[in-house]
């Protein structure tokens, strides 16, 4: 009987625990969504005679479970906390967190997806604009892995054959090399986006190469959103990174342009605003994701236009370049298959810009 | 405990419930008429058809495509494959039930008379679908009476968690780092070592796991389940490893199988048979394909090479160069058993000896060594039974029993947590032993 009682304090301790996770799990409220892995959670799937007896039921049930586990955001940072500092490991979900910035591992190099993004832009190219536009420029916006990887004892992609296999594949192109005016401390610590406020060089070295007039670089003020924003690498990392602030840069010619979405036929202002308070801040920046946008500037000193076949990081560009310009549309292949861009856009004469940042183009199947 | 265990069967495998109690009822009516004829030939008659009705189900859901494939292949034949799904559990449970209806023939044990006791004992959920294959003379008694203690609840739950951790964070990190090395294109001779290195690892932390977390919840249902491991790699010979190794499943075969068949009490050419075909089974029992029965039958060479005088020169060696011939070849034999087919086994196996042009080492191998070093370590540590040998050494004073006493639980609770964050961080979760 002694004996016994000798295991009951650590039964009852370890018991509790068990106990109080099983109906946590049974009676937590099912969430909607997950704001720092920014998607919708699993809800509970529907049972009937079909999906049981065809196994779907139980996938999807163990989906839900994992997804609507109570605290989730709590034990996905304990298991960060062990993966890194316990077991030492370098990476947790791919995420690395190197001299106080996240970033994604972005290696090997995929040729075939660099290749295959080459030949997209070239077949637009030569559908809609040989013959009929200015000149074309092509840019690659390098990733956080560019100044961290190698330094901090990462695999680092290739950047220069990822440069070297576009120039190749787009030889009607002219390459603007955009690294040298970029630097580590310009993209948010736990987001993959540079800050707007901290790429002036690169806008003003585009425009340069572009020719457009010097005069039309603006004088900017600074504001910051009154939010802490958490990028998309907080929470993949799930580590706990202070929040950070969202700067943007405005003067009287960007309040007075507007961006017109031709998905939803609404136009907006550059900056949304109410972005700010949604699953991705970053979205403050034109909307965020959008097929085609037309960023028209009334106050332009010339009718020249841009089209900026673009990522999400042209979302914080365009309003940099929008001085020089009358009317920049963006175009995102991501959102519109290229068979239907011909639908919306008069390719007459404008200034061509194919900016794209290294890890969409070494992950380009996304491109339509 | 039956309604437990069939709910838990059909909650994973809702299609094929009614063939595992189809099997538990041959297995029960076998049973009964073997032991109604007992010692007259209808005993025999009814185990032959106890064990082709058994292996038969198994052969069907099993085997069927991969001997159509094998037809196929050899013939230039071209029949389509059935493809019929493998229901979860089918070679732990086929197994048991054959060990019953075997055992009932030999009279180690009596006919269970109720169907609902052998039903309970053949879909006890803790080892329903990974093992270990239990004996039925081993929980007979505990299916009529079964205690329940605080001893028991602890320290069956102690080995749950401790199961569940080997399992989620060993096993499943040790899993990523093979997931890694597969999907590289950057492969190199050393990447493949610690590829071969980490599933060794993989393996036997996901199904010594399991067998912990099953010998624990059994526990604590009042069931005393046979160990199925018992540090394996630390044998000096393929011999001893198979002694350490899923015992369950080589006792059944050296029981149910090799000593039927004579064992080495036979002439040499016949021993050598036994061993090639009880090793080609061992093989084929784990998988459908032909490189599980090259798996097995490099098994049998070793263990053939040991018994006609390896084994006596082993035992003469340093312990290290014994232990490094048993880690050697277990962990080439786990590339072979991890490779996909026949082809995939002989690619990886050159590559591993450099016979591939791969180069040595690369950027990409050099990070993963650094960057899973210390979960190798502690696998490597794990296997071993230095912290088992530790903490018996802590224990044996009164002082060091309170200290353990105290720590415990704390330190079950972290593991606790921490396993189930591994699981909330990742998604599907499968043992690798689930679908035998």
Redo the contacts between chains.
Sequence with gaps: MKKQIHFLPGLLCVGAVWLALALFCWFHPAQELSLSERRKLAQFPSPDVHSVLSGEFIPDFEEYTLDQFPFRDSFRTLKAVWTFYLFGQKDNNNIYIADGYAAELAYPLKEGSAAAAADKFTALYNRYMAGKVNRVYLSIVPDKGYFLAEANGYPSMDYRRLAEIMREGMPFASYVDITGHLALSDYYKTDTHWRQEKILDVANALVDAMGSDSAARGDYLEKTADIPFYGVYYGQSALPMAGESIRYLTNETLEACTAYHVETGQAAAVYDMEKLHSRDPYEVFLSGASPIVYLKNPNAASDRELLLFRDSFGSSLAPLLAEGYAKITLIDIRYIAGDYIGDYIDFDGQDVLFLYSSLILNNSTMLK | MLLASLFFYT?????YIILMLASILLGYGFGRLIQAFEKTMWAKVFLSLSIVSGLGLLGVFKYADFSIQTFNRLTGSQFPLLKIALPIGISFYTFQILSYTMDVYRGTVKAQKSPLKLATYVALFPQLIAGPIVRYADVAAQLDARES???R???G??RL?LGLAKKV?LAN?LGELCAVFRAS??KSVLFYWIYAVAFSLQIYFDFSGYSDMAIGMGRMFGFDFLENFNYPYISKSITEFWRRWHISLSSWFRDYLYIPLGGNRVSLPRWLLNIALVWALTGLWHGAAWNFALWGMCFAVLLIAEKLGLGALLKKLPPLVSHGYVLFFVVLSFVLFNASGLGGARQDLSAIFGLSGLPFSA??TL?YL??????LL?AMVGSTPLCRDALSRIRSSGRGERLI?MA???V??VL???A?????????NPFLYFRF
């Design positions: 909650w994973g495998e809702p299609k203690t605080p001893e609840l602890y320290t739950l102690r968690i964070l990190t294109g950057e950027e990409q990070y650094r960057s899973y070093a210390l979960v502690a006493r415990e639980p704390p079950l609770i606790l947590l921490t189930s964050a591994y699981l909330v961080d990742g998604s599907f």
